[in-house]
Nanobody
Framework: QVQLVESGGGLVQAGGSLRLSCAASGSIFSINHMDWYRQAPGKQRELVAVISSGGSTNYADAVKGRFTISRDDAKNTVYLQMNSLKPEDTAVYYC???????????????WGQGTQVTVSS
């Protein structure tokens, strides 16, 4: 089994910064792309940022220029640096990872439990 554990959420004032971390553990052969999603109250879950196994990144328009996704493959960890936070960034943030557990297996998507980010105005 594979587990993803997020950390780094909390309460911050508008204009502030937070850094989220998500560590994958368990039976891992390799990890393809790793993503961050978020879900605000009463809204659908949305994709925030993606990082490929090669390090290519993509961002939602709402966070471009403010958020940076990165990964440390030695630690099986993905990060989300969030700067210039706005109240509309308030949400539960989830990480995902497409993981192969063996050389013969196809990638499966795993989700973290989520971490709350609250931005006060």
């Amino acid at each position: 089994q594979v587990q993803l554990v997020e950390s780094g959420g909390g309460l911050v004032q508008a204009g502030g910064s937070l850094r989220l971390s998500c560590a994958a553990s368990g039976s891992i052969f390799s990890i393809n792309h790793m993503d961050w999603y978020r879900q605000a109250p009463g809204k659908q879950r949305e994709l925030v940022a993606v990082i490929s196994s090669g390090g290519s990144t993509n961002y939602a328009d709402a966070v471009k220029g403010r958020f940076t996704i990165s990964r440390d493959d030695a630690k099986n960890t993905v990060y989300l640096q969030m700067n210039s936070l706005k109240p509309e960034d308030t949400a539960v943030y989830y990480c995902t990872a497409d993981v192969r557990v063996s050389i013969l297996s196809s990638p499966l998507r795993y989700w973290g439990q989520g971490t709350q980010v609250t931005v006060s105005s």
